[in-house]
């Protein structure tokens, strides 16, 4: 049986989160500062507003360069040389690349996300959830869990990360400033991965600390090194500011939480910094980047959730030396594994494309068992 994306006013939208809060949502960028990086979050948060303003909830594609982007990265452009056929060979790579990132947007409809851009948050304090997404992702991959997870009562700050793993990533240091982009860095053929990998990890590593600080600042009311960037155009809002979240930004119940590459973020955050985080949850976790660490976290703030059709023998080789047995009602193992699940289980990549020729030519065919 295929998925059809819900559709509400005549728009196609992702699923609708399931707690019983209703979801805001704004982007949340910092300021160029001497001795920082430069953040980018989305952040969800419980709602005080009107759920069904259609009209006010963000596109899942922020801007076409994702869409080229996600292309890109299943047919890369080849480097351009001298040679006429080079050239050729690129400039016919790069207009594939345009069709196929229109066709993208075209045949998902580009959904919705079900959650209002820059409503007022809900007057109580809440725990923050920091989610690490994968590589060739980015802060809206994963709206559905992250929208569903804001429901139950949480905040949840999803970073796009500045280390060159995610799709693209939307640069901008002032409010007026210029948005740039930086690219996705590519490893060169028969190139070892470990060296760019560990790079990446340890600028995740302080990506998260960081964001956490932020998010400290924020619920202080310290809020001049950070803005706002409201994704819908010609829409009418109240006037946002980061001065409602003073107070309302549980800092000190923080959850880390990554998926594929995030979940190594996870892993590598809890064990490093573990103190500033009451438990991990590893969705799917690629083990490769930390498979060297010899620091381990608190094995019973750790949780993984594996995915049956992605787990191999060398990364559950390496997940075991983060095994440990529960005193659970329910769960035996810090480990569990949800059968017949793919890879991409948890982000909206299935929700979009599921039963459609253009999802079935770039993520795999549809599996009639799992859903």
Same mark, same amino acid.
Not at 15 to 25: A, D, E, L, N
Not at 175 to 201: F, H, I, K, M, S
Not at 222 to 242: A, M, P, R, W, Y
């Given at each position: 049986?295929?998925?059809?994306?819900?559709?509400t006013?005549?728009l196609?939208h992702?699923?609708c989160p399931?707690?019983?809060?209703?979801?805001?949502c704004?982007?949340?960028?910092?300021?160029?500062?001497?001795?920082?990086?430069?953040?980018l979050?989305?952040? /969800? @948060?419980?709602? $005080?507003? &009107? !759920?069904?303003a259609?009209d006010r909830?963000?596109?899942?594609?922020?801007? =076409?360069?994702?869409?080229?982007?996600?292309?890109?990265?299943?047919?890369?452009?080849?480097p351009?040389r001298?040679?006429?056929?080079?050239?050729?060979?690129?400039?016919?790579?790069?207009?594939?690349?345009?069709?196929?990132?229109?066709l993208?947007r075209?045949?998902?409809?580009?959904?919705?996300?079900?959650?209002?851009?820059?409503n007022?948050?809900?007057n109580?304090?809440?725990?923050?959830v920091?989610?690490?997404?994968?590589?060739?992702?980015?802060?809206?991959?994963?709206?559905?869990?992250?929208?569903?997870?804001?429901?139950?009562? /949480? @905040?949840?700050? $999803?970073? &796009? !990360?500045g280390?060159?793993?995610a799709c693209?990533r939307?640069?901008l240091? =002032?409010?007026?400033?210029?948005?740039?982009?930086?690219?996705?860095?590519?490893?060169p053929q028969?190139?070892?991965?470990?060296?760019?990998?560990a790079?990446?990890?340890?600028y995740?590593?302080?990506?998260?600390?960081?964001?956490?600080?932020?998010?400290?600042?924020?619920?202080?009311?310290?809020v001049?090194?950070?803005?706002?960037?409201?994704?819908?155009d010609?829409?009418e809002t109240?006037?946002?500011?980061?001065?409602?979240f003073?107070?309302l930004?549980?800092?000190?119940?923080?959850v880390?939480?990554?998926h594929?590459?995030?979940?190594?973020t996870?892993v590598?955050?809890?064990?490093?910094?573990?103190?500033?985080?009451?438990?991990?949850?590893a969705?799917?976790?690629?083990?490769?980047?930390?498979r060297?660490?010899?620091?381990?976290?608190?094995?019973?703030?750790?949780?993984?959730?594996?995915?049956?059709?992605?787990?191999?023998?060398?990364?559950?080789?390496?997940?075991k030396?983060?095994?440990?047995?529960?005193s659970?009602?329910?769960?035996?193992?810090?480990?569990?594994?949800?059968?017949?699940?793919?890879?991409y289980?948890?982000?909206?990549?299935?929700?979009?494309?599921?039963?459609?020729?253009?999802?079935?030519?770039?993520?795999?065919?549809?599996?009639?068992?799992?859903?």
């Amino acid at each position: 049986m295929s998925y059809s994306l819900p559709k509400t006013n005549g728009l196609f939208h992702l699923s609708c989160p399931t707690g019983k809060y209703r979801v805001g949502c704004l982007d949340i960028f910092s300021k160029t500062r001497e001795g920082k990086l430069p953040l980018l979050f989305r952040l /969800y @948060y419980p709602s $005080a507003g &009107e !759920h069904n303003a259609v009209d006010r909830w963000p596109a899942w594609l922020p801007h =076409s360069r994702y869409s080229e982007a996600y292309v890109s990265a299943k047919w890369p452009v080849p480097p351009c040389r001298n040679t006429f056929i080079d050239r050729l060979k690129q400039n016919i790579s790069v207009g594939t690349v345009s069709l196929l990132s229109w066709l993208l947007r075209w045949v998902s409809g580009n959904p919705r996300i079900c959650a209002t851009e820059a409503n007022r948050p809900l007057n109580e304090r809440f725990p923050v959830v920091l989610f690490s997404h994968g590589l060739i992702a980015c802060r809206t991959t994963y709206s559905t869990l992250c929208t569903d997870i804001a429901s139950q009562g /949480y @905040y949840v700050a $999803a970073l &796009e !990360h500045g280390d060159s793993s995610a799709c693209v990533r939307m640069m901008l240091d =002032s409010p007026d400033g210029q948005v740039t982009w930086l690219e996705r860095e590519e490893l060169p053929q028969g190139a070892p991965e470990g060296e760019l990998r560990a790079r990446q990890l340890d600028y995740r590593e302080k990506e998260i600390v960081q964001c956490l600080d932020s998010l400290r600042d924020i619920d202080k009311g310290d809020v001049d090194q950070h803005f706002i960037k409201l994704s819908l155009d010609g829409v009418e809002t109240e006037e946002s500011n980061l001065g409602w979240f003073k107070g309302l930004i549980a800092t000190d119940k923080a959850v880390i939480c990554g998926h594929s590459m995030g979940g190594a973020t996870t892993v590598r955050c809890l064990a490093n910094h573990g103190h500033q985080f009451t438990a991990g949850i590893a969705f799917d976790s690629w083990m490769f980047p930390v498979r060297e660490d010899k620091n381990l976290p608190n094995l019973e703030k750790l949780m993984f959730v594996n995915y049956e059709r992605f787990q191999g023998e060398k990364n559950l080789t390496t997940m075991k030396k983060y095994e440990t047995e529960l005193s659970h009602e329910e769960f035996s193992s810090n480990v569990i594994t949800i059968k017949k699940a793919r890879h991409y289980a948890c982000t909206d990549i299935l929700v979009a494309f599921q039963g459609t020729r253009l999802g079935r030519l770039l993520f795999g065919a549809q599996d009639p068992e799992f859903n």
